[in-house]
Each structure stands twice: as structure tokens, then as C-alpha cells.
């Protein structure tokens, strides 16, 4: 399980949302929607940053740690304001 939506933090028209059972081993910020296929890192974690234009959402951004590793859960906490991103990974 992702776990998607475990944490949500809202600021303006952007929405962070924390997946702590996210599983890709990739370990960089991507734009947009492009996400490793490789679910090798279990419970990783991850989170998506979802920006509102009008009346449509989509998603502007997926983080991940630097130093990502298995049982992470980075996600697990979120926290958005203004154009500052805060991301919890309690077993890190």
C-alpha cells in the first residue's frame, strides 16, 4: 500500500500530499508526473505537490529524499506554506 494521503498540508492553490508506503528507489525531485518504475526501496516513501489552475488540479511535482532507503516512510508528516515544503520521514 502507498499509503497516499496519510498527510496533506493545503497553502493557496497547491496541495502537498505525504505517500510514507511509496516503494521507487529514485532518490531526486521530478516536475510534473515522472516517477521511477523501480519499487525496489519498500516503504520508502515519497510526496506530491498538486497545484489548482482554475478549477483543475495537477500534479506539479514528486519529492523524494536524497538519501532515500527502504522503511524511510519520508511523507508520514507534511507541511506547506507559501513556497516552503516540510516532509517527515520518522524512521529516516
Not at 536524497?66 to 517527515?88: E, Q, W
Amino acid at each position: 500500500s502507498y499509503e497516499f494521503g496519510v498527510s496533506v498540508s493545503i497553502s493557496g492553490d497547491r496541495i502537498l500530499v505525504g505517500s510514507r508506503g511509496e516503494a521507487s528507489s529514485q532518490t531526486t525531485i521530478s516536475n510534473g508526473t515522472t516517477v521511477s518504475s523501480d519499487n525496489s526501496s519498500t516503504l520508502s516513501g515519497a510526496a506530491y505537490v498538486f497545484k489548482r489552475t482554475a478549477s483543475t488540479w495537477q500534479q506539479e511535482a514528486y519529492l523524494k529524499a536524497p538519501n532515500s532507503g527502504a522503511n524511510d516512510r519520508f511523507g508520514f508528516s507534511t507541511s506547506l506554506y507559501n513556497n516552503y515544503i516540510v516532509i517527515g520521514a520518522p524512521d529516516e
